[in-house]
Each structure stands twice: as C-alpha cells, then as structure tokens.
C-alpha cells in the first residue's frame, strides 16, 4: 500500500541499547522528519532530511543520529538509549510538489526502561 | 527562536455551542498548518494557509490566518462530539524553510 510506514509500533528497551526506528515511504517524497511527542511538549523535531544524503538537525537532536541513503527511508537511531527517550515517535513526509503539510505515518511509541 | 503559542490548552465545550482556538508565533512567517489528532493516532492535516489573509472552511471549522498580526484562528461552529480531539498549528521556523515547529496543542471535548 501506498503511503508511510515505521516500524515498529511498539518497542520497549533498556538504558544503553541500540534502537533503530525506520520510516518507509512509497510516494517519493523528497523531504522526510521526525518528531517526538511528550505531553506538555506538542511535537519537537529531531532531525529532517530534503533529499537522500542530506540531513539537517532540528530542535532535540542530541542522542540521535539519522541517515538517508534511499529516498523512501529515513531511519532514526538511538545510539545509547536514555529514559529521557521514552516518548512516541513520529516520521512525515512530503514532496516538493506539495503545498509544504506533512504526511505523518502512524507513530512508533518507545519505552526505556 | 520561534515560539508558537495556541491557547487554550484545554476547552470543554457544550454541543451546539461555538468557540475559537488561537495559535501565535513570534518571528515572521507566510504559511501556517493546521492539523487534528485523534487519542492514540497520528496527525491528520486540516488546513494549510498559505498567505496573509487566508480562510479555509471544512465543515463546522474554519481556519484564518493574520501574518501581520502572527496570528492564526481556528473557529469551531456549533461542535459536535466528533470534533473531540487535540489540534495542533505549525509554522516554519525560518521563511523559505520546511523545519517546522509545532504548538503544544489544544485538547477539544465536546460533551454531549
């Protein structure tokens, strides 16, 4: 099906590990994001992407690293997690074409225990 | 930095009745999003306003937007219980640009 995609729904973790989130889209979008949501905090964003090879820091980037190697993936990786990361986790899209909204895919929710 | 406000954070309101959600933002800007949240979901989006004066209708809601004043209005008409739900306004933080930031929301209920 077309549209945006993360996987996983779902993850709980440890202090310390690894956690790759991915985010697959199938419309060519040339601009990726990806947001956190905290209650009392709106979305912030972490990183965004305008096209494959070129990313750009947002507002909380600090613990995260981002690659975009393909157009239609933006993963976003936690190198050591931190409780401070328990949040959910948003990634959007849109293409140039567009007027600028987002198209948001359904959330990955990230606990660290 | 860009700051954007929307206020209230909360409103309960009466079915039937109508009210206003305000977003400001401090630095300058020609484009202003609106988007919904369901509990549990993901952002939709509701409206894009693309220049200084903008009015987007989409059946009881309706958004405007002021630039001069960095001012957006989203106005409910006689809500219903279905426009229960968290919305959002987002603007680019720097003209030209596509990093957006994002207001805190405003929860919405609609009691029957």
């Known amino acids: 099906d077309a549209g945006i995609t993360q996987s996983p729904r779902y993850k709980i973790t440890e202090t310390g590990r690894q956690v790759t989130l991915m985010c697959h889209q199938t419309w060519s979008h040339s601009y990726m994001f990806w947001y956190r949501q905290d209650l009392g905090h709106g979305l912030r964003l972490i990183y965004y992407s305008a096209a494959a090879d070129i990313t750009d820091k947002g507002e909380v980037p600090d613990g995260y690293v981002v690659s975009r190697s393909k157009t239609e993936n933006f993963p976003l990786t936690l190198e050591s997690a931190t409780r401070s990361q328990t949040s959910v986790y948003f990634c959007?899209?849109?293409?140039?074409?567009?007027?600028?909204?987002?198209?948001f895919g359904e959330g990955s929710r990230l606990t660290v225990l | 930095e860009l700051k954007v406000e929307q206020n209230p954070l909360f409103l309960s309101m009466q079915e039937g009745k109508n009210y206003t959600i305000y977003c400001n933002y401090s630095t300058t800007s020609d484009r202003l999003y609106w988007y919904r949240q369901d509990p549990g979901k993901s952002l939709e989006s509701l409206f894009v306003?693309?220049?200084?004066?903008a009015v987007k209708q989409e059946g009881r809601l309706m958004a405007s937007l002021d630039t001069k004043a960095r001012l957006s209005t989203l106005h409910i008409t006689a809500a219903v219980h279905d426009l229960s739900a968290t919305y959002f306004c987002?603007?680019?933080?720097?003209?030209?640009?596509?990093?957006?930031?994002f207001g805190t929301g405003t929860r919405l209920k609609v009691l029957a």
């Open positions: 959007a899209s849109f293409g140039l074409e567009n007027t600028g909204e987002l198209f």
């Open positions: 306003l693309l220049s200084n004066g």
């Open positions: 987002a603007v680019p933080s720097t003209s030209g640009t596509y990093k957006y930031i």
